[in-house]
């Protein structure tokens, strides 16, 4: 089946610095990958969706500056937060949708546990 | 947008008996119904899944109905068993300019007691 890889699952990090998270699609080819964030007991919240090649589309409310994405091939997105705050600490998940569509398929990552002390 | 509504928050069950999550979903044009199940600190696991072309799919023990005219979905989960303890989202996608997109719920957690 669909496997996603999503690295590391655990950071810890200093305010300020800046911390880049991977996804990898193992076994399918990912146009378009998004990006979650989810706060302890509580759903998830689309963040930003990745399309290979192209510029990231941001949710209304997600500073484009601060998470930057980028999407260089067909099995790769990454998330970087910049200058990280400890209001950034939460888990950031990704999912992959196949490019060949058809099952509307999203297979989700195991998740990134990000804390910034 | 998409606004989808889940219920109960918190769900305790007797190991055996059933469970049943209800979603209300507010775009008519969503297409795609997928359930998840997540346990703590993991992304979340695709459990059973449903298109609007569809009234009811089943899978073992898990079941899920959509009525389109209400535009409700639910989760029917048969002879529950302690590992079905965990966080369940509802999630509704749809087509056009928001293909792919999927908007949650805000998740029912369920506990199966011995």
């Known amino acids: 089946g669909a496997v996603v890889s999503q690295h590391p699952s655990r950071v810890i990090c200093k305010s300020g610095t800046s911390v880049k998270i991977e996804c990898r699609s193992l076994d399918f080819q990912a146009t378009t990958m998004f990006w979650y964030r989810q706060f302890p007991k509580q759903s998830l919240m689309l963040m930003a969706t990745s399309n290979e090649g192209s510029k990231a589309t941001y949710e209304q409310g997600v500073e484009k500056d601060k998470f930057l994405i980028n999407h260089a091939s067909l099995t790769l997105s990454t998330l970087t937060v910049t200058s990280a705050h400890p209001e950034d600490s939460s888990f950031y998940i990704c999912s992959a949708m196949p490019t060949q569509g058809g099952n509307y398929g999203y297979t989700f990552g195991s998740g990134t546990r990000l804390t910034v002390v | 947008g998409e606004n989808v509504e889940q219920h109960p928050s918190t769900l305790s069950v007797q190991e055996g008996d059933s469970a049943v999550i209800k979603c209300t979903y507010s775009?008519?044009?969503?297409?795609?119904f997928p359930w998840y199940k997540q346990e703590l600190g993991k992304g979340p696991q695709l459990i059973i899944d449903?298109?609007?072309?569809?009234g009811e799919k089943k899978d073992q023990r898990i079941a899920v109905t959509l009525n389109k005219t209400a535009k409700h979905f639910s989760l029917h989960i048969t002879e529950t068993q302690p590992e079905d303890s965990a966080v369940y989202f509802c999630a509704a996608s749809w087509g056009g300019d928001s293909w792919g997109k999927l908007q949650f719920g805000a998740g029912t957690q369920v506990v199966v007691t011995p």
């Open positions: 449903i298109r609007s072309n569809v």
């Open positions: 775009d008519s044009a969503s297409n795609y």
